[in-house]
């Protein structure tokens, strides 16, 4: 036997997903640390760990159950990703770009990826909500390193990671519901431990308003196979020496618990004004910037 875990086989794990939905989900949400979905979220669940697909190990941090949940929101068929894999675990490449492949194998169009992060920005303090609009990616480990996978560019363009039109949507959505949602940019490192205040200086020079362990590489992983991606940051504490108490996971947990009533809200307006799917035409219409994406007629 290999001594080597098997490595995930997302369009494998695609097929399986798709004999338990009846058409391709119009949007993937990934949950941040902490970020729960209430009970009852969306209609016709249909649940299913990570572990039940090839290759795909559990997700193991706390607060974060590895299930993918699929269901109707607004009427629009949603998958939520409870639970991610996170570099500082020790999780291969292959690893963590994989529930995005699976997404692009599925024919999900487009992303919304959640985190949970700490504030650098004086004015982002812990509960805020954050779109991103821009990332830093400090995390020292390249997701599209090594062959090219199927379906992916090898040298995708960074200059608009995140998708301005699904931006706009997100605030209108926001402002809707009185939620206020402040621009800014994701510094993300590689973690576990959280930062000093010197490191934390250096990012706020480099220009991060947030930093968080995250989103960066499945944001990148997105975009090499043409999905559009959305995220949304929740400040959960104020980042290392800007606060006198020492930071902690439990802190994240107990703001994430507080977050996720009014993050889900936001969630389903957001599902509410994305753009229908037109009668008709074919799937490959509503890819991010209209490439084909894995699984079709590449
Ligand atoms: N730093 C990095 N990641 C985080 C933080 C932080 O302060 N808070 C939540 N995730």
């Known amino acids: 036997m290999s001594p080597f875990p098997p490595l995930p086989d997302p369009a494998k794990a695609a097929e399986l997903l798709a004999t338990r939905l009846r058409e391709a989900p119009e949007l993937l949400v990934v949950l941040g640390s902490g970020l729960a979905l209430p009970a009852a979220a969306v209609e016709d669940p249909v649940e299913l760990p990570f572990e039940a697909l090839p290759g795909f190990p559990p997700a193991g941090v706390m607060g974060h159950p590895g299930r993918y949940l699929a269901g109707r929101l607004e009427g629009r068929l949603v998958l939520f990703q409870r639970g991610r894999y996170h570099f500082y675990e020790g999780h291969s490449r292959a690893v963590v770009g994989a529930p995005i492949r699976v997404a692009a194998a599925l024919g999900i169009p487009r992303v919304l990826l959640t985190n949970a992060s700490g504030g650098i920005r004086p004015d982002l303090i812990p509960g805020s909500f954050v779109l991103v609009e821009d990332h830093i990616d400090l995390q020292g480990r390249a997701p599209l390193a090594g062959p090219v996978a199927s379906g992916e560019e090898r040298f995708p363009d960074m200059s608009a990671p995140y998708d301005p039109q699904l931006g706009l949507l997100a605030e209108r959505a926001a ?28 990012l706020r020079l480099l220009g991060a308003d947030v930093v968080g362990m995250s989103t960066v590489p499945e944001a990148i992983v997105a975009r090499a196979l043409g999905l559009a991606v959305l995220a949304i940051s929740v ?15 439990e802190e994240v947990l107990a703001v994430g618990a507080r977050s996720a009533g009014p993050l889900f809200e936001l969630v389903r307006r957001i599902v509410r004004g994305l753009p229908e799917k037109e009668l008709g ?14 699984g079709f007629s590449q």
Do not use: C, K, W
């Not at 290392?240 to 020492?246: K, M, N």
């Not at 035409?281 to 894995?294: I, K, S, T, V």
């Open 175 to 202: 402002a809707d519901l009185g939620i206020a949602l402040a621009r800014g940019t994701y510094g993300g490192v590689l973690g576990p431990n959280f930062e000093t205040p010197a490191e934390i200086r250096m």
């Open 281 to 294: 035409a074919p799937d490959l219409d509503f890819g991010g910037d209209g490439r084909p994406r894995q």
């Open 235 to 249: 400040v959960m504490n104020p980042a290392a020496g800007l606060t006198a108490r020492p930071l902690s996971h």
